[in-house]
């Protein structure tokens, strides 16, 4: 990923609403501590507490996504908002255009793709520079509201350690309901971009929430790693998810796999990990653990590459915090709808991939 300094954030409005946030540079706040053994994956056997329905289809293509999302179509009413990562320009990894288009179109008419501004100088930091990458790439079929191109909003955070409330694009706050399209894949700094990836990142405005999260006062642009950036965007994906629950859903496409972001779009390191299908949950954590373990569940070759990204990068601290946070379930039930919804191991979900062939 090309990274400059001059997204950073500078002036004295951005200070002042990251202070009403509750964000202090860690220099002069001693209280919050991140957690440690981000780097450690926790097998299934070792968790504890309820479960969560998880549906799973093989299916990568429009029919299959629209499939899995039927199962949780029922929770969104009213004005819907899709957040999705709609990718840098040309980007080979994002989901396919089509498919999307087909959601929409046959399954929720109305709804709208959102998306932030990005924190890093590139193709879609400012809204003109976003706009005409939308349509490089192709997202003509359905309005994309920029969420933060007519100014932010603060949204409470409720249990967190480092914020009191996140700053959002405002328009966020024009929805009734929320599908998180996830593309799940690698990522730089998170380890693994699922739904709290999408969302925290996300749906934080591109100054002055992704700065509450990436950025201590007077240090380097992405001056907060491991744990503690795993834990301010894990607060950050919390305050979206509290504002449309319970009309929220979940779905991550497995597919394309690569260690790298879709923000790094044509500079994306290749694929090397199998597809394996998508998932789909009224539980975020629940769809972004079940992710996970089926990475973790192929064979020791094909996870190697998105599993040392995962640990190297401390992103299972990611899963464990939205646990701490109570923001759903790291236990589940697998369904198998390409069977009736017939409850199926990781290990046989697995079974029939294939080396990715590009």
């Not at 509750?22 to 001693?30: I, L, R």
């Not at 709804?111 to 976003?130: L, P, S």
């Not at 260690?259 to 390191?269: I, K, N, P, T």
Request: proline share 4%; aromatic share 6%.
């Amino acid at each position: 990923m090309s990274i400059s300094r001059r997204g950073f954030v500078k002036g004295a409005a951005a200070a002042a609403a990251a202070a009403r946030a509750g964000f202090v540079p860690s220099e002069t706040n001693a209280a919050p501590a991140p957690a440690s053994g981000g780097e450690i994956y926790i097998p299934y056997a070792d968790r504890r507490g309820p479960e969560a329905d998880v549906w799973f289809t093989r299916d990568l293509s429009a029919k299959g996504l629209r499939a899995v999302f039927a199962k949780v179509a029922g929770a969104l009413k009213g004005k819907v908002a899709v957040k999705l990562h709609t990718g840098e320009k040309n980007g080979p990894n994002i989901i396919p255009r089509p498919w999307v288009q087909e959601l929409l179109a046959h399954d929720l008419p109305g709804a709208a793709i959102v998306e932030t501004n990005a924190y890093y100088a590139g193709d879609r930091d400012t809204t003109a520079k976003h706009r005409e990458t939308l349509r490089v790439n192709g997202w003509s079929f359905a309005p994309v509201d920029i969420l933060d191109e007519h100014g932010t909003a603060m949204l409470p955070v409720k249990g967190g350690k480092w914020f009191k409330e996140m700053s959002v694009g405002k328009g966020l706050l024009a929805y009734d309901s929320l599908l998180c399209l996830t593309h799940f894949k690698g990522h730089a700094m998170g380890g693994f971009g699922g739904s709290d990836k999408n969302l925290g990142i996300g749906c934080a405005d591109g100054r002055i929430g992704k700065a509450m999260i990436h950025t201590r006062k007077g240090e380097g642009q992405w001056s907060i790693t491991a744990e503690e950036f795993m834990e301010r965007m894990t607060e950050s994906t919390k305050a979206t998810v509290d504002r449309f629950a319970p009309h929220a859903a979940f779905v991550n496409v497995l597919r394309n796999m690569s260690v790298s972001c879709d923000c790094e779009g044509v500079h994306a390191q290749p694929v090397v990990t199998p597809n394996i299908g998508i998932v789909a949950s009224l539980d975020i954590l629940a769809c972004d653990q079940a992710s996970v373990d089926l990475v973790m569940a192929l064979s020791e070759k094909d996870r190697a590459a998105l599993a040392e990204r995962m640990s190297s990068r401390h992103g299972f601290r990611q899963l464990t915090y939205m646990k701490e946070l109570g923001m759903g379930c790291d236990r589940y039930r697998l369904l198998d709808i390409d069977n009736g919804d017939a409850p199926i191991q990781l290990k046989d979900a697995v079974a029939g991939v294939k080396p990715f062939a590009g």
